[in-house]
C-alpha cells in the first residue's frame, strides 16, 4: 500500500468511510511493534522466563549421516516484517538474530570412511546468521477475565529456515529442529504479546471482538527498497454498541492509515500508531443525539446509511415558530391599512432539497460542518379598507433566508485521548428577507414602507432563535476504551492529532507511558572488556536519584560492572564462560510524588570478538578435532 502524509491522507480519506463496517481501526507499525516484542524479550530476563543457551545436534541429511552440533547458541527477540503480509490473513515474517554459540557440521564416520567435521565456527553477531519463520498473528481469548489479546506464538511457525547451514533442505531441517524446541517450551516462554483488549467494559466505545489482519506498504514489498519488510498490524474493532462485525478485508479494500510525516530536524517519524473511528459511530452514537437536544424545535436528524460513504445527517423534521403580529397604520375613521401574518409563522429546518435543509457532516477542512440555507416561504396579509369602497386583500409569500454555518475541529483535550470539538470560526448566522418577490404590492399605496416593517418585525425573531447555534457544544469522545488497552509493557498509543474527512482520523505514538521509563540501547551485544554507556528515556531525572544493578542470566561469574551513571564495563575475555554470555542491567527510580519504585532493563550480550568471521570449509579428522575462528 502507498503511504500518505497527513495532509494527504486526510484528503484521500474525504467522503468516505474505510472501517468497512467496523467500527473501529487500529494500526500499530513494525518499527513499534519489534520495540513492543524487544521488551517483553528483556521483561522475560527479570522473572525467569526465557529461552536458554541452545545446545543439540540435529541430523541434517535424512539417512543421518551428518549432523549439526551446536553449543551455547543464543536467539535474540522475533522481529516482525510484512514483505509477505496481506489484508486477507495475518501473516508475518519473524525472524531472530543468531546472536551468539559454536557450530560442527560433522559427518559420522562409516567402516570404511572416517568421521569428520567438515567446518566449525565461532558465531557472531554481526555474520547475518538468523532463523525465519512465518507467522499468523492469533486471537486468543481469556475463559476466566475475557480480555482479548494480539499473540505471537514461535512455536506456530511454518516455513522455517535457518542459514547455519547452506543447503536448502538443510535449512528447512534445521528451522524445524528450533521449532520443535519452541514447542517444548513452556507458552509463556515463547508466546509474545502484541495487545489486549479488555472485553469486559461496558462502555459504548469499548471492544467487543476483534479482527486481526496484517498488511505491507508498497516499498515493503520491494525487496531492492531500504524499508523492505514495512508493513503494520491492523485490528478492525467491533465495540459494544454494534451487535453485527463488518465485512472481511481484502488487499484493496483499506489504505495504509499511519501517516508518513517525519520531524524536519531529526527526521524521525512523527507517527507510529493510528485509531480510526467509524463516521457511523462518531456521527450516530454521539453527534445526533447532541444537536436534536440542544437545537430543539422537535428537531429529528436521519443519517444516511452506507458503511463506505462518509455519514451526513438530514433535518426530516423541526422548526421554529415565529411570533404572529399585526400592525395597523393610516388608521382614521374611514380608512384602515394593516399587515399581518397568513397563518402560523414557522421556520422549518427541513427542506425538500436535502442541501438547503439543517444538515450535519464531515468538511473538507478536516473538521465537522453544520449548514442550513436556502429560502424558507412566509404568508402574509396586507388589507387596505376604506368606507366608501370596503375592502381590498393582498395575499403573497415573502421569501426568508437563514443562513447558518458552524466548523468544529476535532482536537485533544488534557484527558489522555480525550477527543472535543472546538468550534474552529466565528460561526457565520445571517438573515434575509425578500418582501415582495412577485412585485405585487408595488401599486400599493403604502408600499414603500412595507419591506422595512416586514424586516423590523422578523429579524429580532429569528436571530434570538438563531442563538442557538451560537452556544452549541458537541460531545467529547473518550477513545481510551480502545486505545489504551493495546499495548504491553506499560505502553499506550498516545494520539496527537485528530482529523474528520469521513471517519474520525487519530494519529500519534505508541511510547511508554509518562510515568514510565526505558533504557537505551535496550539490547546491546559488546566484545568483552567493552564499555556501554545506557541512556534513560522519557523521565525527568537526576543521576543521583537512579540505582544502577546488574546480574547474570546464565548463571556466569562473569558480570562485569556498572557505575552510577550508567556506563558499563564487560568482563574480561577469560572470564567468559563459552563463547558469550548475557547480563541483565537494570535501572531503579523512586518516584518522589508517588513513593513507587519504578524499574527498567537492558540485555547485553558479551562476547568473545565482534569481528566478523566466514566460516571457512575444511575437512578435520575426528582425532584432531578444533576449531576454526
Not at 468511510?17 to 511493534?33: E, I
Not at 395597523?328 to 384602515?336: A, D, G, M, N
Not at 494520539?495 to 474520525?504: I, Y
Request: with cysteine.
Amino acid at each position: 500500500m502507498t503511504t500518505y502524509s497527513l495532509s494527504a491522507l486526510t484528503n484521500k480519506m474525504r467522503g468516505k468511510s474505510v472501517t468497512l463496517g467496523w467500527d473501529a481501526l487500529v494500526f500499530m507499525n513494525r518499527a513499534k511493534v519489534n520495540s513492543l516484542l524487544e521488551q517483553q524479550y528483556i521483561t522475560r530476563f527479570n522473572r525467569e522466563s526465557f529461552l536458554k543457551r541452545i545446545f543439540g545436534a540435529p541430523f541434517m541429511t535424512p539417512d543421518k549421516s551428518e549432523y549439526l552440533e551446536m553449543g551455547g547458541v543464543i536467539l535474540s527477540h522475533p522481529r516482525l516484517s510484512f514483505e509477505k503480509a496481506s489484508l486477507r490473513d495475518s501473516r508475518a515474517t519473524a525472524t531472530m538474530d543468531i546472536v551468539a554459540g559454536t557450530v560442527s557440521y560433522i559427518r559420522k564416520g562409516t567402516g570404511q570412511v572416517p568421521g569428520a567435521i567438515l567446518y566449525s565456527y565461532v558465531v557472531s553477531v554481526n555474520q547475518g546468521y538468523t532463523l525465519t519463520m512465518d507467522i499468523d498473528l492469533a486471537a486468543s481469548r481469556g475463559t476466566v477475565n475475557e480480555q482479548g489479546r494480539v499473540i505471537v506464538d514461535i512455536g506456530t511457525g511454518y516455513n522455517c529456515r535457518c542459514n547455519l547451514v547452506t543447503e536448502d533442505r538443510a535449512q528447512e531441517t534445521l528451522g524445524n529442529f528450533f521449532k520443535e524446541l519452541f514447542l517444548e517450551q513452556k507458552p509463556e516462554d515463547r508466546i509474545y504479546e502484541l495487545g489486549m483488549l479488555d472485553l469486559r467494559d461496558v462502555d459504548l466505545l469499548a471492544p467487543r471482538s476483534f479482527l486481526i489482519r496484517t498488511m505491507a506498504t508498497d516499498e515493503g514489498k520491494n525487496r531492492h527498497s531500504d524499508d523492505y519488510g514495512e508493513g503494520a498490524v491492523v485490528l478492525f474493532v467491533r465495540t459494544k454498541g454494534n451487535p453485527n462485525e463488518g465485512g472481511d478485508p481484502n488487499d484493496l479494500a483499506v489504505d495504509y492509515l499511519i501517516p508518513n510525516d517525519r520531524n524536519p530536524t531529526t527526521g524521525k517519524a512523527l507517527y507510529s500508531g493510528s485509531l480510526v473511528l467509524a463516521s457511523r459511530v462518531v456521527f450516530d452514537w454521539y453527534v445526533r443525539e447532541a444537536i436534536e437536544r440542544q437545537i430543539g424545535g422537535n428537531l429529528r436528524l436521519r443519517s444516511s446509511e452506507s458503511n463506505h460513504v462518509a455519514r451526513i445527517l438530514t433535518a426530516v423534521a423541526g422548526g421554529f415558530n415565529i411570533p404572529g403580529f399585526r400592525y395597523i397604520w393610516q388608521k382614521t375613521l374611514v380608512t384602515e391599512t394593516s399587515l399581518s401574518n397568513n397563518g402560523p409563522l414557522m421556520f422549518k429546518l427541513t427542506d425538500p432539497s436535502p442541501e438547503n435543509a439543517l444538515q450535519v457532516f464531515a468538511g473538507d477542512a478536516g473538521g465537522l460542518e453544520l449548514s442550513l440555507q436556502g429560502p424558507r416561504l412566509m404568508p402574509f396579509h396586507l388589507r387596505s379598507w376604506e368606507w366608501a369602497f370596503g375592502s381590498e386583500n393582498w395575499y403573497w409569500d415573502a421569501i426568508t433566508t437563514a443562513r447558518v454555518h458552524l466548523i468544529f475541529s476535532p482536537v485533544f483535550s488534557s484527558l489522555p485521548n480525550y477527543v472535543t470539538f472546538e468550534q474552529a470560526t466565528d460561526p457565520i448566522i445571517e438573515f434575509n428577507g425578500v418582501w415582495d418577490p412577485n412585485n405585487e404590492l408595488k401599486n400599493v399605496g403604502s408600499y414603500p414602507e412595507l419591506p422595512g416593517m416586514l424586516h423590523a418585525a422578523l429579524q429580532p425573531a429569528f436571530l434570538q432563535i438563531l442563538r442557538v447555534f451560537r452556544t452549541l457544544e458537541l460531545p467529547g469522545l473518550n477513545v481510551l476504551a480502545i486505545s489504551n488497552l493495546l499495548f504491553p509493557e506499560r505502553n499506550a498509543l498516545q494520539l496527537t492529532e485528530a482529523r474528520l474527512p469521513g471517519d474520525l482520523l487519530m494519529v500519534g505514538q505508541i511510547d511508554p507511558k509518562e510515568t514510565t521509563f526505558t533504557l537505551d540501547p535496550l539490547l546491546p551485544v559488546i566484545k568483552a572488556g567493552d564499555k556501554q554507556t545506557f541512556e534513560i528515556r522519557q523521565l525527568n531525572y537526576r543521576h543521583s536519584n537512579v540505582q544502577w544493578s546488574v546480574r547474570s542470566v546464565d548463571g556466569s561469574r562473569a558480570l562485569g560492572v556498572i557505575s552510577n551513571n550508567g556506563e558499563y564495563e564487560a568482563p574480561a575475555v577469560h572470564l567468559l564462560d563459552g563463547s558469550a554470555i548475557r547480563n541483565v542491567v537494570t535501572a531503579t527510580y523512586t518516584d518522589p510524588d508517588t513513593g513507587k519504585e519504578v524499574t527498567a532493563s537492558a540485555l547485553v550480550v558479551v562476547v568473545l570478538t565482534s569481528v566478523v568471521v566466514t566460516p571457512s570449509m575444511s575437512l578435520i579428522p575426528m582425532s584432531d578435532r578444533r576449531d576454526v575462528r
